[in-house]
């Protein structure tokens, strides 16, 4: 079946109305998303012809790198010239990702996690802005089942920074941009500090390792590749819905990761949908996505949020809104909710019951003192 392209300018299409109901009705949302969600807050498209970091790099480093994908490939960084260059990149991207913010998108993504529709985020973005917007980001993936990670990332993170030699990791902090953007990488702390202690002992040197990023190059492996093809299947089990985001569809790893979710997700009568700022579906991927929407990711979202804050007013009438954004209650809301309002009438029977009780008790009371005064009268007559 052909993919249904559709385009955000043209509002009234029959086919928005329908990707937007079926997002409404998804109870278990799974979402991949690329670098197209974040350049709204202030990180350009790497490979932007006229802003993109590619691009920026190339014309500093003339003759070294052909296209932006060798800037990542790790055979490639083998020259001093072309780590000076991927160090640029590094220290330069960081600098942007500190002064950028979460996106319209990554917090539709937070709602989406609020009103418990969504499964799991797996992205390609090393931003970390998904944890900005207030989603749980975990390097570290174990327990499958219990995994509490919401977002998976694919390609690693800059939030973190790994010795090439002790493998130690420290957090990628603004002080270390500026020895990155002069081409060079900084030295492991606790290499230096091993180090010392060795001279002082009078032992023989080792080597001191330095800092690279925590992001994977091309034909790296994931450090937790099998737990994420675990974590998939596991998600794969019960996605009824997959909406793609921000991406090209040319890294050959996620294409996989779309394809096996599409299955599962069409097994179950679900749809798959794909927003992109450009026409990026090809026929391969008929009977893959069912919709392309063309336009911004955040245009979308906007768009799309209007039927699901009318939704959230259906189901939760008394809430309000905060900074004109609806307030998403949560599942464990809903049924704390629920039970004060169980409970509430229960309260005014048991306060009513309480209300009759002492009227009763009262009541008694009186006769008995009654019935006592009737009995005390007698006595008096006697006595006297």
Known sequence: MDVVKTNLEDKNCPQLREVTCHVTKAKKCVVITGAGISTSGGIPDFRNKEVGLYEQVKRQFPGIFRTGKDLFDGEMLTSHEALQAFNLFMGTLKELIVSSSPTTTHYFLKKLADMKKLTRVYTQNVDNLEESAG????????????????????????????????????????????????????????????????????????????????????????????????????????????????????????????????????????????????????????????????GTCDDWVRMIEDELAKMDKKRHPKDNSIDGKIRVEGEGNKLESRNNEQSMPRRKKIRGNDEELSMKKLKTSKLKSTTTAKRRRPRATRNT
Not at 152 to 176: D, K, W
Not at 243 to 252: A, C, V
């Open 135 to 294: 989603l749980k980001v975990d390097w570290k993936l174990e327990k499958i089942t219990k995994c509490s990670a919401q977002v998976v990332q694919l390609h690693g993170t800059m939030a973190r920074l790994r010795c090439t030699n002790c493998t130690n990791n420290y957090p990628f902090e603004i002080h270390y941009c500026n020895i990155f953007k002069q081409g060079e990488a900084p030295w492991c702390p606790n290499c230096e500090q091993r180090e010392d202690a060795r001279l002082k002992q009078g032992r023989r040197p080792h080597s001191i390792g330095k800092l690279k990023p925590m992001v994977l190059l091309y034909g790296d492996e994931h450090p937790n590749g099998y737990e994420i093809s675990q974590l998939a299947a596991y998600d794969e089990a019960k996605a009824d819905c997959l909406i793609i985001m921000g991406t090209s569809l040319k890294i050959p790893g996620v294409k996989a990761l779309i394809k096996n979710f599409s299955r599962a997700v069409h097994d179950r009568g679900g749809y798959v949908i794909l927003i992109n700022k450009s026409d990026v579906v090809r026929r391969e991927w008929n009977g893959i996505i069912d919709y392309q929407i063309e």
